[in-house]
């Protein structure tokens, strides 16, 4: 059995491809959906090798490819799915994130680093493609008229998560790929990173020798005869222009008939409106980030009729469609709750964050998809209305590699095991206080805990609970939390941290979620989730 994972640089996505995902999942996925990772690809598990190559091919048709998609190259390149709408941006960093993609793409100094380079383009400074957590980020800046970047390098999230460090304050954008070039240089020839494959990322080399020192290794990789040649993006630029291809206004639009309430909560929580007047950008919920064949379908169709054929995936999992009417948002909700797409609450506390896990990933723990699952059950029943409870977050990883960005959650988990005996169960370390919000990425702290997996549902509703009744008037969570402390929300949970005897009144607890079987730690060589 095979995982596909496919590349869409900065998430974008035609309506065509959109069908294309449909056939691969209807005809070759054993699960029949897709999969929208955290880095804005999509994943198709347990594919056939004999019917792999078929599934290639209905992809490949579309312009899609996995090239680099996995592998010691640069990765995905990420992006704010608002970027190019987004009334607070400098410029629309798209174009220049396709450059880069196209230029790394298929280069040889890439295709045997020492590990894995991630890389995202954001569009302002509040920064929603999460720089901080990649091992270069370029966020838009402007210097007496002329358009750049700021670039940050070494962040990162796994057994050493750190916040990325600024590199380059400004870099005009016909320099921008030659600093990049740099970077992989000075990376690629970091040899004393290969002898360990678990600290093989930019971040160790950054966090090693420090940034002045790597500033000063790039200044020296520059003065190389291979940095006089033209860097200019302009020769790789190409961009659809997708406000001319924005749809028509029609004589006449569908009104809201019996449904008005619940159309209104939809663009409440799901609609932002974009700076080009008469437009609007709708982020679709998609839970636990899987689409199945219909829904592919259905989303291309609506892509095609409202959003000008295009869409594009976030971070969180979700797919944005841009350049949507105003006139034609209830259209558009009817259209995607007839395919379970119309959830309210993109971007919320119910919009749970994770990783495959267990169901998909050789390096999986847990179950994180089962457990998520299960928590945003249990938030959905507390029939949540206060605004900042509202607003958190809760991510979920199968492993320490924090896949499902635990680290820069509200509330993280990520997977482990106990044991009662000679019998495992499954588990979870606690992570609190992370932010990726407003430009202000921190880490959350790892709580003094451990518990059965069956028990974080459970865990999460106390959390919430000793937020609430200790916050002051308009505190967020993490404000609540850095002034109380990590203790009160410890001792909340101690009585869950003990699973009790393998016994079989509590069998249940020493079974994964959504599994049958008696938990038992398996692990083996594998590629991350993302």
């Given at each position: 059995?095979?995982?596909?994972?496919?590349k869409?640089?900065?998430?974008?996505?035609?309506?065509?491809?959109?069908?294309?995902?449909?056939?691969?999942?209807?005809?070759?996925?054993?699960?029949?959906?897709?999969?929208?990772?955290?880095?804005?690809?999509f994943?198709?598990?347990?594919?056939?090798?004999?019917?792999?190559?078929?599934?290639?091919?209905?992809?490949?048709?579309?312009g899609?490819?996995?090239?680099?998609?996995?592998?010691?190259?640069?990765?995905?390149?990420?992006?704010?799915?608002?970027?190019?709408?987004?009334?607070?941006?400098?410029?629309?960093?798209?174009?220049?994130?396709?450059?880069?993609a196209?230029?790394?793409?298929?280069?040889?100094?890439?295709?045997?680093?020492?590990?894995?380079?991630?890389?995202?383009?954001?569009?302002?400074?509040?920064d929603?493609?999460?720089?901080?957590?990649?091992?270069i980020?370029?966020?838009?800046?402007?210097?007496?008229?002329?358009?750049?970047?700021?670039?940050?390098?070494?962040?990162?999230?796994?057994?050493?998560?750190?916040?990325?460090?600024?590199?380059?304050?400004?870099?005009?954008?016909?320099?921008?790929?030659?600093?990049?070039?740099?970077?992989?240089?000075?990376?690629?020839?970091?040899?004393?990173?290969?002898?360990n494959?678990?600290k093989?990322?930019?971040?160790?080399l950054?966090?090693?020798?420090?940034?002045?020192?790597?500033?000063?290794?790039?200044?020296?990789?520059?003065?190389?005869?291979?940095?006089?040649?033209?860097?200019?993006?302009?020769?790789?630029?190409?961009?659809?222009?997708?406000?001319?291809?924005?749809?028509?206004?029609?004589?006449?639009?569908?009104?809201?008939?019996?449904?008005?309430?619940?159309?209104?909560?939809?663009?409440?929580?799901?609609?932002?409106?974009q700076?080009?007047?008469?437009?609007?950008?709708?982020?679709?919920?998609?839970?636990?980030?899987?689409?199945?064949?219909?829904?592919?379908?259905g989303?291309?169709?609506?892509?095609?009729?409202?959003?000008?054929?295009?869409?594009?995936?976030?971070?969180?999992?979700?797919?944005?469609?841009?350049?949507?009417?105003?006139?034609?948002?209830?259209?558009?909700f009817?259209?995607l709750?007839?395919?379970?797409?119309?959830?309210?609450?993109?971007?919320?506390i119910?919009?749970?964050?994770?990783?495959?896990?267990?169901?998909?990933?050789?390096?999986?723990i847990?179950?994180?998809?089962?457990?998520?699952?299960?928590?945003?059950?249990?938030?959905?029943?507390?029939?949540?209305?206060?605004?900042?409870?509202?607003?958190?977050?809760?991510?979920?990883?199968?492993c320490?590699?924090?896949?499902?960005?635990?680290?820069?959650?509200?509330?993280?988990?990520?997977g482990?095991?106990?044991?009662?005996?000679?019998?495992?169960?499954?588990?979870?370390?606690?992570?609190?206080?992370?932010?990726?919000?407003?430009?202000?990425?921190?880490?959350?702290?790892?709580?003094?805990?451990?518990?059965?997996?069956?028990?974080?549902?459970?865990?999460?509703?106390?959390?919430?609970?000793?937020?609430?009744?200790?916050?002051?008037?308009?505190?967020?969570?993490?404000?609540?939390?850095?002034?109380?402390?990590?203790?009160?929300?410890?001792?909340?949970?101690?009585?869950?941290?003990?699973?009790?005897?393998?016994?079989?009144?509590?069998?249940?607890?020493?079974?994964?979620?959504?599994?049958?079987?008696?938990?038992?730690?398996?692990?083996?060589?594998?590629e991350?989730?993302v």
């Amino acid at each position: 059995m095979q995982m596909i994972r496919v590349k869409l640089p900065f998430g974008g996505v035609s309506a065509d491809q959109m069908d294309a995902f449909g056939e691969v999942a209807d005809k070759y996925a054993p699960l029949r959906k897709g999969h929208i990772t955290t880095r804005q690809n999509f994943q198709f598990h347990h594919i056939p090798l004999d019917k792999a190559a078929q599934a290639l091919f209905v992809m490949a048709r579309t312009g899609l490819s996995t090239r680099e998609a996995c592998g010691n190259t640069v990765r995905n390149v990420t992006g704010d799915p608002w970027a190019g709408v987004n009334a607070d941006e400098l410029f629309d960093p798209t174009p220049y994130a396709g450059a880069f993609a196209r230029y790394w793409l298929r280069n040889p100094l890439s295709q045997l680093l020492p590990r894995k380079c991630k890389v995202a383009f954001t569009s302002n400074d509040k920064d929603e493609a999460i720089t901080g957590i990649h091992d270069i980020g370029f966020i838009p800046r402007i210097q007496g008229g002329v358009k750049g970047f700021q670039i940050v390098v070494g962040g990162g999230l796994s057994i050493m998560p750190r916040n990325a460090l600024v590199l380059r304050e400004f870099s005009p954008l016909d320099e921008y790929l030659k600093i990049s070039e740099a970077v992989i240089r000075v990376f690629e020839k970091a040899d004393e990173l290969r002898k360990n494959r678990a600290k093989a990322r930019l971040k160790f080399l950054v966090d090693r020798v420090g940034i002045d020192e790597f500033k000063r290794m790039i200044d020296d990789e520059l003065k190389g005869d291979w940095s006089k040649g033209n860097f200019s993006p302009e020769r790789l630029l190409f961009l659809d222009d997708e406000e001319a291809n924005a749809p028509a206004k029609k004589p006449v639009y569908d009104q809201p008939n019996g449904d008005g309430r619940e159309f209104t909560a939809f663009v409440t929580a799901n609609v932002r409106a974009q700076k080009q007047q008469g437009f609007s950008a709708i982020e679709v919920k998609v839970t636990r980030g899987d689409l199945k064949p219909e829904q592919f379908r259905g989303l291309a169709n609506i892509m095609r009729e409202y959003s000008g054929g295009r869409a594009r995936t976030t971070v969180q999992q979700n797919i944005v469609l841009r350049w949507v009417r105003d006139e034609s948002l209830y259209e558009v909700f009817k259209r995607l709750k007839d395919i379970g797409l119309a959830d309210i609450g993109a971007h919320s506390i119910t919009d749970v964050v994770s990783c495959p896990g267990t169901d998909s990933c050789k390096l999986g723990i847990t179950s994180s998809m089962g457990l998520n699952a299960a928590i945003q059950a249990k938030v959905e029943s507390m029939n949540i209305v206060d605004p900042l409870t509202k607003k958190m977050h809760i991510k979920m990883s199968g492993c320490p590699n924090s896949c499902g960005q635990h680290h820069i959650a509200n509330i993280g988990f990520h997977g482990a095991a106990m044991k009662v005996g000679p019998q495992q169960l499954p588990a979870y370390h606690v992570f609190m206080g992370g932010n990726y919000e407003n430009g202000s990425m921190r880490i959350g702290q790892q709580l003094k805990v451990r518990m059965p997996a069956k028990r974080a549902p459970e865990a999460v509703e106390r959390f919430i609970q000793v937020y609430e009744s200790n916050r002051q008037p308009g505190e967020e969570f993490n404000a609540t939390f850095d002034r109380i402390g990590a203790v009160p929300f410890e001792a909340a949970v101690q009585d869950l941290t003990l699973p009790g005897d393998f016994i079989d009144e509590n069998r249940n607890m020493f079974i994964d979620w959504n599994r049958l079987e008696l938990y038992e730690l398996q692990r083996g060589e594998g590629e991350c989730a993302v």
